[in-house]
């Protein structure tokens, strides 16, 4: 499938798929949208807490790389787990503009090391921030009761249904510790629906620029 590098409307940059009419992040600001649903309305409000984070759709690192900077700054420590079935190219990482969009020139070899480091074990970033890659498609998932916050960020449901279906949210739900928490830019009823379904807490929330709402998805189970 054809690939391209877009700039988004905040100046940084994400990877668009003609062919879809779908990208990475949000036209209207990949940064800006990262902040506000996952760290805004995922990452702080843990408190500064040790956590464990899972990424649906790890891409072009940008959620992991924002949540690194956040730790350095809090103070807070994370083991980081990005899925991604399809990693992007050294070619495409090369072109993420990320590190002098965020004013983060010193943490460059960070963000390399991101995408260089190996897969399938756990690699420390920092002594606060660990990240474990995950080649795997989503319907793989089987952990249990493993994380305090999913980032859902998987191609929207306009052109993949099947991963915002029940049977997903599902494998979510277990994946998660008690009262953990799922974030995601969605703010569809079907959605919504298939979260309650499995029994999920929903909240709908504003949205990041260019987006009306979002949901953010409690599990309150023992």
Not at 41 to 48: A, D, E, S, V
Not at 125 to 130: K, M, Q, V
Not at 194 to 212: D, Q, T
Request: charge should be neutral; include cysteine.
């Amino acid at each position: 499938m054809k690939r391209e590098i877009l700039q988004t409307l905040d100046g940084s940059t994400t990877i668009h798929l003609p062919d879809w009419n779908e990208s990475y992040h949000s036209k209207h600001g990949a940064i800006q949208e990262a902040y506000h649903v996952f760290i805004q309305n995922g990452l702080n409000t843990f408190n500064n807490k040790p956590i464990s984070i899972l990424e649906i759709g790890f891409g072009t690192g940008l959620n992991a790389f924002i949540t690194y900077l956040e730790s350095k700054k809090s103070n807070q420590k994370i083991n980081y787990y990005g899925v991604e079935a399809y990693p992007i190219s050294s070619e495409e990482i090369l072109k993420m503009n990320y590190v002098s969009e965020l004013n983060a020139a010193t943490e460059s070899d960070v963000f390399t090391l991101m995408h260089k480091c190996d897969w399938e074990i756990n690699n420390e970033i920092s002594p606060l921030f660990t990240l474990t890659k995950r080649k795997q498609f989503i319907e793989h998932i089987e952990d249990d009761y493993k994380f305090d916050l999913i980032y859902f960020d998987a191609f929207g449901y306009r052109v993949q249904p099947d991963l915002w279906s029940t049977e997903i949210f599902r494998k979510m739900f277990k994946s998660l510790k008690s009262k953990g928490t799922l974030v995601t830019y969605a703010a569809r009823g079907v959605v919504k629906r298939s979260l309650i379904e499995v029994g999920f807490k929903v909240e709908k929330l504003p949205g990041p620029p260019g987006k009306r709402e979002m949901f953010r998805a409690t599990k309150l189970e023992q």
